[in-house]
Each structure stands twice: as C-alpha cells, then as structure tokens.
C-alpha cells in the first residue's frame, strides 16, 4: 500500500471514505480498484484545516463559534504550521482545505498555501469574502486552488448581514468578481435558516449574475453556535419544503450553467454515516489537534508533537473507540452534546474505557472539555 494519493490517484469506490463536496470534480484524478475504506490508506486524502478560529464576523449559525475575540488559546506558531506543512508534503496529501475562523486574515495564508501549491497539492479555500481582494484573487490565480467557496447567505445586505454580525456584503459580492476576473473557480455557499430560507431564489440568481460556478446549500448543521441557537434559526417543515421545491426548479432552470448542489443530509445523518462509514479525512483545528470529524469533541493526535502518519494511524483506531460509539448514539437524542463539539479533547485510543455517558448539560449551555473528560479517562474495567 502506497501513500494517499498513489500519484494523485483515488481508488474505485472510494464513496464513503471521501466527502463529495470537498473533492473538486474537475480534478482529473485516476481512479484505481478497490480502496472503499479508511484502512485502505497509509496517509489522509484530505487535510481540512481551520488555521485560526478568528474571524470579523460572528456569524448566528457559525459552527465553529468563530469570531473578532475567539482565538484557540495557543493557536500554532509559524515554526509549527511550517512542521506540519512538511509533513503533509511527505505524505502526499492530495488535498488540502482551509476554514477558520477566516483564513484568508491569517498573517502566513498566502506563505501556506504557496508552499503547498509548490508541492503540488489541490487547494480549496472558505472564505467571507472580506479580505479576497484583486491583489488576493490574482495571487490565487497563480497556485493550485480548485475552489473559493464566498459565503452568501442572502440577496441583499439586510438579510445577509442580519445572519452575519460584522459582515460587509458588498465586500462578499466582489470577492466572486475578482475570482471570476482572475480564473479561479468560485462556489457561493448559502446556509438555509428560518431568517433568510425563504430568499434562496433570489440568491442563486445572485450568484449567478456574479460568475459563481457553483451554488451550494444544505441543512443547516447543528454544531456549535448554531446548535445553540437551534429553536429561533431552525426552519420549519413548510420553509423547508418550499425551500426543496425551489432548489429542484432552479436546478432544471441553471442546467448546463452555475452548478447547483444541495447537500442531503443533516449533522446527525452525517454522524451516523461516517461512524459506519469513516472519511479518509484529518480536522486540523487552530492549536493543532487533530479531530476525527467537526461533529464531534474527540482528537486523536497534537501535531504539535506528533506525527502525521503517526496521528494518521490513531484516527484509524479512534473511530473503534467505545467513546465514539457512545457518543454518536447520545447524540441522535442529547443535541445538547453537539453544542460543545468545538472544545477538542484528547481521545486516547490506547485506553479502553468504560461505563455510561453521563447526561447532558441544560440545552443552549456548552459544557466545554471537562465535560467531556469526566467519561473519557475512567479507569477500564477489569
């Protein structure tokens, strides 16, 4: 068995070990046989990569719960993103994407990704917009990078800006021009809420009048801030169902154009999916720990001082952990648990515990890492 990409290659069935929407589908990539499951590879096709949980807006839906003042305490340094970096190379990685926070306001972004465009990995970025100027968009143009993906929760300021305290929609709107102006490829990202599900119309034709390639939705997924804020954001069953006939209209309507993609599961069938079915995927989160998935607390590595084939191989293991078992099956009941996905905790894989999950906190309250320790480091049963 080789490295990840096998000279940039995925392997036939590869369904359930990579996420659709993260692979761009105009990489010309060979597909090899076999290579369905997680074991199959020696090293991730896919390093998503929140570079800092910063952020000048503090978006109502956020899953990240990122903001102005929302740094990670002890974010990773220029010596250790650069030690990371060097070992995604190694490993021939295919492809990396950054999320934040915002990454494009990090001071090493374009230092980043220069260096993994040199080393010939795929690059996708999510952005705001805010920072994505002409200079940016023509720096862009230059490396590897197969998507921008610009949030766009609304046809108009009021709507979009009501979602995203602190965001400039007019900033947002000329990032998709630069990016079309330059040749690099751009998706709108548009996440349905009671406040806004009822506009997607007018936001798919504008993304549309602004060169996007692609226009991307979804459920809105119950993490974090957003969990939060469930009962006052969710949309109701006939928002949704409206919501669903437009995107089937609009669909037939931009045929052959501005791709339209709405992704058909929520963050607890995805939970569920990717138990089963785990991602050949590693969440860098902004101190350097290495989550399993965004929808859940657990880590299996510090790439502080781990390697990455060495956290690599914990995550294989981590998925097998009781925790993970237990915590996907509370889960589907306890949403409250969801609400504090972003406080990373270390999973010790080694370590076989025991007992029942306690029961969650008050909902709307976010428990954070001690939480979570309390059942993670029992002692094992003998």
């Given amino acids: 068995m080789g490295k990840a990409d096998l000279g940039r290659s995925f392997r036939q069935g590869h369904g359930p070990a990579v996420y659709p929407l993260h692979i761009n589908r105009k990489l010309k990539i060979k597909v090899l046989a076999g290579g369905a499951r997680l074991e199959d590879y020696a090293s991730p096709l896919f390093i998503a990569w929140q570079l800092t949980n910063v952020c000048d807006c503090r978006c109502l839906h956020c899953l990240e719960e990122s903001g102005p003042k929302a740094a990670f305490p002890g974010e ?56 994505l100027s002409a200079a940016a968009a023509r720096r862009l143009a230059k490396l590897s990078v197969k998507a921008v993906q610009v949030s766009l929760d609304g046809p108009c300021p009021a709507t979009h800006q009501a979602l995203r305290p602190g965001a400039d929609f007019n900033k947002a709107l000329s990032a998709f021009d630069h990016l079309a102006r330059y040749g690099v490829r751009s998706e709108a990202v548009f996440v349905p809420t009671r406040l806004n599900i009822d506009e997607i119309k007018g936001a ?64 607890i069938q995805e939970l569920k999916f990717r138990f089963r079915h785990p991602q050949a995927l590693l969440l860098i989160v902004p101190n350097g720990l290495a989550k399993l998935i965004n929808a859940m607390p657990f880590a299996c590595g510090d790439l502080r001082q781990d390697s990455l084939i060495s956290v690599w191989e914990k995550a294989k293991t981590a998925w097998k952990h009781p925790q993970v078992a237990r915590f996907v099956k509370r889960a589907v009941t306890d949403h409250a648990l969801l609400a504090a996905v972003n406080k990373p905790v270390l999973l010790h894989t080694a370590v076989q515990t025991v007992g029942r999950l306690p029961l969650p906190p008050d909902p709307g309250t976010s428990p954070g890492a001690g939480f979570y320790r309390q059942f993670l480091f029992r002692p094992a049963r003998q």
């Fill in 76 to 131: 990773l340094n220029r010596r250790e993103i650069f030690k990371i970096l060097k070992e995604i190379a190694m490993a021939r990685v295919p492809y990396v994407a950054f999320g934040g926070g915002e990454p494009l306001s990090h001071p090493l972004f374009f230092d980043i990704c220069e260096y993994l465009s040199g080393c010939g990995i795929n690059l996708k970025i999510e952005t705001n917009g805010h920072c």
């Fill in 204 to 267: 798919i034709e504008l993304a549309a009048r602004h060169k996007a390639a692609a226009f991307i939705t979804g459920p809105m997924m119950r993490l974090g801030r957003a969990a939060c804020a469930w009962n006052e954001l969710a949309p109701t069953k006939k928002q949704l169902a409206v919501f669903k006939k437009t995107i089937a209209e609009q669909k037939a309507l931009y045929e052959g154009g501005m791709e339209i993609i709405d992704y058909p599961w929520n963050i």
